[in-house]
């Protein structure tokens, strides 16, 4: 996507006269040259131009309900992922603390995205039970 410049307000030449309205009266500012009214134009329409390059740069980087869903389920698919290998390693008997690591870290990684209590509630217990299997076999360890 090209960003172009802005198409604001842009002063062509003098001011024009006020025009009054439809039953003769005009509204004016005491004080008030024309030149003075050309000047507001002209900045006003300099910072409209940054205005909503800002306003346009900021809808970029919020996602849509499509992308945060996306990006949970790619999360939740590292955690499922992680899971599948500490089966895999169950099964043949060969757990490691760094399977272990590897799945508090993508715990903590998800635990960072949500807002959702039952899922925190189920990541609290993965954790923990992560962390048990972890002291459990530092203990292993050191017993031997």
Do not use: Y
Request: aromatic share 0%; charged share 30%.
């Amino acid at each position: 996507m090209k960003v172009g410049a802005s198409s604001g307000l842009t002063a062509k030449g003098g001011a024009g006269a006020a025009r009054p309205a439809a039953g003769g009266a005009s509204f004016s500012l005491p004080g008030a040259s024309q030149a003075g009214g050309a000047e507001a134009v002209v900045r006003t329409a300099g910072m409209t131009g940054v205005a909503s390059l800002d306003a346009l740069l900021a809808l970029q980087e919020t996602d849509g309900p499509t992308e945060r869903r996306r990006k949970a389920v790619r999360r939740a698919g590292r955690i499922l992922d992680v899971l599948e290998d500490l089966r895999i390693a169950v099964l043949d008997g060969e757990v490691s603390g760094a399977n272990l690591d590897r799945l508090m870290r993508a715990v903590r990684d998800q635990r960072d995205h949500t807002d959702d209590p039952g899922l925190e509630g189920l990541l609290n217990d993965i954790e923990t039970r992560a962390a048990v299997e972890l002291a459990k076999l530092e203990r292993a360890k050191i017993a031997a």
